[in-house]
């Protein structure tokens, strides 16, 4: 198993530019997040899937759009990619069943391994 | 509303002294929390987690911690620090409702003086 997996690693754009991160996990996870972590911020939640063809926006959604394509990859894409988007950017999953109406918590999220981008 | 508190964003401790990592939780249904540990240009990688039943749980590499409801903490701790512990430490706490989000700590950085 791979685990979580991210590509690009690395992205340099410049202000006003267009890019989409890819993530996808091969272990049957239902749930997807994506974060980014700045430094002195801890992780920041941005969008979450908590089922295929669901999304959901997290803490700090502003100049972002994600997309579920299926149960295994989860995209995360800036539109028009501002400096204040320099930061490193970590996909995650969970296996927690969607709508059980059970508290599940004990499912760990599983990270990639980040994608660093910077905003000239 | 679930949130979580890491005192202290910087720890330097000897090689061999004891590692003791502070955090405390606030939430409003009972928590699970986790505890997760970054290797410089990684990502997150799993330590240990609190769910139900005991209260002291131990982890990968030495770890362990323990949740006091009372105090609302579940500081990590490790008896005797080693070289390679060296790395930034995450707290986070979820109830495992509404998609299982986790809420993270501004984390701490761990320098091992040798």
Known sequence: NAGVTQTPKFQVLKTGQSMTLQCAQDMNHNSMYWYRQDPGMGLRLIYYSASEGTTDKGEVPNGYNVSRLNKREFSLRLESAAPSQTSVYFCASSGTPPGLGTRIGDNEQFFGPGTRLTVL | ?114
């Not at chain 2, 701790?77 to 706490?93: G, I, L, N, W």
Request: net charge neutral; charged share 10%; proline share 4%.
């Open chain 2, 1 to 114: 509303a679930q949130s979580v508190t890491q005192l202290g964003s910087h720890v330097s401790v000897s090689e061999g002294a004891l590692v003791l990592l502070r955090c405390n939780y606030s939430s409003s249904v009972p928590p699970y929390l986790f505890w997760y540990v970054q290797y410089p240009n990684q990502g997150l990688q799993l330590l240990l987690k609190y769910t139900t039943g005991a209260t002291l749980v131990k982890g990968i590499n030495g770890f362990e911690a323990e949740f006091k409801k009372s105090e609302t903490s579940f500081h990590l701790t490790k008896p005797s620090a080693h070289m390679s512990d060296a790395a930034e430490y995450f707290c986070a706490v979820t109830s495992g409702l509404g998609g299982n989000q986790f809420y993270f700590g501004t984390g701490t950085s761990l320098t091992v003086i040798p």
